[in-house]
């Protein structure tokens, strides 16, 4: 073969592999492009809308179909893309448009302290629950406005109810969260036609312990919620915990350890002791209200019931009893736990007994909590959480002197066990 024929085959060559290389380089564009026109209409939420606009959401004119199937690195490529989508930080909604989501608040799903809670639903088919806040108090609905988005807001953890948006004008300030379809965790707790199976409320308390795990020592600024109770532990699909309502929440820097209280924060019952003195609060009031909802999970009853006789009419205390007397095996199976989940239940039990110990130094962090409530992770025999009450109410009836020489005694200790 002459040099020029061969020159000539390898110019021909040259150019079939070009036009191939470049057919598909296009084939693979065009898929990739149909594939985010047709994912993007249910995969982001709120996709139509421009923050800071109140501009009607666009059509919901379907792409047509694509006969083209994409091969495995681009549906991964995808699945990255709309994680990264899922990320995306709470934007702003008019007025018009919650209006517009609820069916002018068709559907009303509860209320609480700070407003009313609607369902409503995207223009995609994106199920939402808006809480409008409570106009009579307009510093308390901007403080709560302010806590949620600068808190929620700004995290990304799977066990969060997510924060879509936002509305805050003259006639309407209202947050937008993702909804969740089983209610929260007291309605399926306190229900005695509810019955749930321990396994997934063993479930339930070690996804609640992760989020707030993650709000105490994961996130950039440490958040401390403040109001942990059945009633904020959201439940979705398989019932699948998400901690939520953090309208009392309050950042810190990673460094500061205390936070000066300058009002009373949290929900009698499940506030620590100290969140009622004039003293510092940390994270460690978290780790109380925590302890607090597993009692609740355990005897699946509310931690204080005045119409039962003592010891059983204050749960807390009740445990301790029976723990002390060696006899919570006894005490779980009077709650109806079955005997092959006992062993998680003491467990459990003991967890909450530590978390609820008077001295904040005394009780575990949140992550030593999680790790406790795994099977395999030993668990210390708690000290008496009592012990520091002259009385031992719910009410925290203290003796001044003796409460003032405890948490003295606290700031002392720069140490503790966990």
């Known amino acids: 073969m002459s040099i020029e024929s061969m020159t000539t085959g390898f110019i021909v060559a040259t150019i079939v592999a070009g036009v191939v290389g470049t057919v598909a380089t296009v084939v693979v564009v065009i898929v990739v492009i149909r594939y985010l026109n047709k994912a993007t209409q249910g995969a982001r939420p709120f996709a139509h809308f421009e923050i800071g606009t109140s501009r009607r959401p666009m059509s919901n004119s379907t792409p047509q179909e694509s006969s083209v199937v994409p091969d495995p690195q681009i549906e991964a490529t995808m699945k990255r893309f709309f994680s990264n989508i899922a990320k995306e930080k709470p934007i702003m909604f008019s007025a018009q448009q919650l209006s517009g989501f609820s069916q002018h608040y068709k559907t009303r799903l509860g209320s609480g302290g700070f ?62 969260y993702e909804y969740m379809e089983k209610g929260s965790l007291d309605s399926l707790l306190f229900d005695r036609n509810q019955r ?59 460094d500061s350890t205390h936070i000066t209280m300058t009002d009373c924060r949290g929900t009698p019952g499940y506030a620590a002791p100290e969140m009622y003195m004039p003293y510092p609060v940390t994270s460690k009031c978290d780790v109380y209200s925590f302890g607090m909802l597993l009692f609740e999970i355990l005897g699946r009853r509310k ?6 006789s003592e010891p059983e009419y204050w749960l807390p205390r009740w445990t301790w009893e029976m723990f002390g007397k060696g006899k919570l095996s006894e005490l779980l199976e009077k709650f109806g736990i079955e005997e092959e989940h006992r062993e998680k239940a003491e467990r459990m039990a003991m967890v909450a007994l530590w978390c609820v110990q008077y001295l904040p130094d005394s009780r575990p962090l949140m992550s030593n909590v999680v790790r406790m409530l795994e099977e ?26 003796e409460s003032d020489s405890s948490l003295s005694k606290e700031r002392q200790s720069s140490t503790s066990d966990f």
């Open 115 to 176: 407003g009313v809670v609607y369902k409503g639903e995207f223009p995609n088919g994106v199920p939402v629950a808006i809480k409008l806040l409570n106009k009579a108090s307009y510093k308390q609905a901007k403080e709560q406005f302010m806590a949620e988005v600068s808190t929620i807001g700004i995290t990304n953890h799977v066990n969060f109810v997510r924060l879509y948006g936002f509305c805050f004008d003259s006639s309407v300030q209202a947050l937008v």
């Open 196 to 254: 749930i199976e321990w396994e997934k409320l063993h479930v339930i308390a070690r996804g609640t312990a992760k989020g707030i795990a993650y709000l105490h020592e994961e996130c950039q600024k440490r958040i401390i919620h403040y109001d942990i109770k059945p009633g904020n532990v959201l439940l979705g699909p398989a019932l699948f915990p998400k901690v939520a309502d953090f309208g009392l929440a309050k950042l810190s820097n990673r």
């Open 303 to 308: 931690n204080l019931n005045s119409n039962l």
């Open 376 to 401: 395999g992770s030993e668990i210390k025999s708690p000290p008496n959480p009592f012990q520091h009450l002259v009385s031992a109410t719910p009410n925290f009836t203290l003796s001044i002197s």
